[in-house]
């Protein structure tokens, strides 16, 4: 049986999918939940606790769902674009939109989301990493491809344009699928270049 903190959170989510955190109260939260401010304080010790519990679950059921899309792929899908299919779902957008609206207030506060940001960055990096083609493989191509999704999707909730935005993602995929057929030698040498050009420049006249 859940725990009455899980119960909570789980509920928390739930009420911020529908109601975003912009103007975020305890009470009318507490009271939409079946509970009261008191015991979310309680439980979680502050608003901003609570946001980086929420965040933190977010990212689980989003990471647990990345896996899962990924599994159930065809061989030669594009990860990214299976995600995004995923993510752009009505039902599964709104996760999307809280992730991102809270991610910004945690930027804002890095002495209580720090932690929780350097985490989320790594192991999204892993999974996307471990996802990419071995040929073009690398943090530096995770890093992109993840960089990209963020920048389309917050586009995407921006303007509501899916079409454009999707297509955008597409035109990414090609770009990435040329860089796949250059094969992996270049990539790499791609990837060393900035440090190569360091060296020179560190180099007496």
Known sequence: ?????????????????????ADLS?????????????????????????????????QRRLQTSFVSVMAGAPPRAQPIRQFWRWATRPENLPYLRLLYEVQIIAIQNPKVFGRYLGKAATEWIGLAEGALAASIRSRV???????????????????????????????????????????PTRHRRSDRAPRRARSRRARPA
């Open 26 to 58: 305890l009470r009318p939260m507490a009271a939409a939940i079946g509970t009261s401010a008191r015991l979310l304080i309680f439980h979680f010790t502050s608003k901003e606790r609570l946001l980086l519990e929420v965040l933190g679950e977010i």
């Open 1 to 21: 049986m859940a725990s009455r903190k899980g119960q909570l959170l789980s509920a928390a989510v739930d009420y911020l999918v529908e109601h975003g955190v």
């Open 141 to 183: 191509m995770a890093t992109l491809c993840i960089a990209v999704f963020d920048g389309l999707f917050l586009e995407l909730l921006s303007t509501g344009d899916r079409a454009r935005t999707t297509r955008a993602l597409d035109r990414f995929i090609a770009i990435v699928q040329a860089a796949t057929r250059a094969g």
